[in-house]
């Protein structure tokens, strides 16, 4: 099984991992509310086919503001 957890990789200089160089994941972990890694963890989610896990208040927002289904969040 394969995690991953607060990916900030986008526009973060100091990440060595770029984003959508991650190809496989089965859980995507979101442990804070802060846009940049949601952001990340919902591209890596939609390009590995991982499940985001996530607070419950966060649910509506990765369907709301990313598009994310329901049933994947």
């Known amino acids: 099984m394969k995690i991953v957890i607060d990916l900030w990789m986008g526009d973060n200089p100091l990440c060595a991992i ?3 160089s991650i ?3 089965n859980m995507a ?3 804070y509310d802060h846009f940049d890694p949601m952001a990340d ?5 939609k390009e590995t086919g991982a ?8 649910v509506s ?3 709301r503001d ?3 289904a329901y049933e994947k969040v």
């Open 61 to 63: 927002r990765f369907n």
């Open 29 to 31: 972990l979101v442990t």
């Open 51 to 58: 499940i985001l896990v996530a607070e419950a208040e966060r």
């Open 18 to 20: 770029r984003l959508g």
């Open 23 to 25: 190809t496989a994941a």
């Open 66 to 68: 990313f598009g994310l």
């Open 41 to 45: 963890e919902v591209h890596t989610a």
